[in-house]
């Protein structure tokens, strides 16, 4: 498979993965040949990259265990939300249960490097928010040599976080232009809100309930509603912050346009002991990637290939295969540089 930008689809592609839409609906099934109304619909769905097949490139597959497992998440959430609303005490904690096979998964058999996403403009707000921040820290608290038991409960934290949102008012959420201060106020109360529908759901877990409370919350003390610093935020609220934020930025959000997947990656390291917990960011920095594999990348050789296989601890120097010359385009025998070894290349930009 390779990621390419849905701008680029001529229209004789075939799907690479399986697109779902917010609620976790299948859009269309991976195996499907593209057209031009499929093409429309993934344009108008608010899909900038999805996954295409590619024969040179067909070691790069999906998991799909992981991709069914999130969306059997994603299709089971609405259901846990209005259960939390409802203050049903009895169902909450069995909808929970729901995130152990998640957990369970990723703990024993997931590979980081599969967990392969699409780059989509769904709001922060939406269920594939919620389950893409529980599994990246799922895989985050996994690196940090968390029991299943703790990935699970970290798991659960994550998925909702922002569940206080839904008290705050559409116009404010779904605002094109900036927000003023006012609405910016209303907005930053979504923690507590969020922890007050848990208790009230009868949610006792104290774990989860300062997770959801202080994911907005920063070690240099500039975070929000209580502005506490440093070790007195909870771990899985750091854990949980630094997702939630890769997640935001990777996709567009409302009033701006989104980053690229290396910018929200720089954004987080930037970020370290400023916003993040400094061991926090390494463990991140160590597990996920700048680059996507599949991705294409302009080498300051002025060489072109595609990200085939990461080398961990080294997020900006994965394997490229080069299989066309960058200046005629045309194909070519194909051929691996490891950027680990090829000392005087970085990769300069993504090619779109
Ligand atoms: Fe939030």
Known sequence: MRFELVRNLK?????????????GKVLLPSGTKLNTPYINRIKQSGFYYIYIEDKELDDIKEDKKIDQLKQSTIER?????????????DTVEESFK??????????????????????SKYDNYTYIHCVDTAIMSIFLGRSLDLKIEDLTELGISAMLHDIGKIKISNEIINKKE???????EEIKKHPVYGYRMLKEAGVDNKNILSAVVEHHERVNGKGYPLGISGDKVSDYAKIISVCDVFTALSANRSYRER???????????????????????????????????????????GIEGYVVKQNKYFPDRPVIRVNYDHITKEKINSYEID?????NTIIESLVY
């Open 11 to 23: 229209g004789d592609e075939i799907l690479g993965k399986t697109l779902f839409d917010g609620y």
């Open 77 to 89: 959430l609405p259901n846990v939300f209005t259960n939390i609303m409802q203050g049903n005490k």
């Open 98 to 119: 729901i995130v152990e096979d998640l957990a369970g998964y990723i703990a024993t058999e997931g590979d980081v490097n599969t967990n392969l996403y699409e780059i």
């Open 178 to 184: 900036p927000l003023t201060k006012q609405e910016f």
């Open 259 to 301: 980053y690229n997947p290396n910018e929200a990656y720089e954004y987080i390291i930037s970020n370290g002991d400023i916003m993040f917990d400094t061991k926090i960011v390494e463990k991140f920095k160590e597990n996920f990637f700048i680059y996507p594999l599949g991705c294409c990348v302009k080498l300051s050789n």
């Open 339 to 343: 950027l680990l070894t090829t000392f």
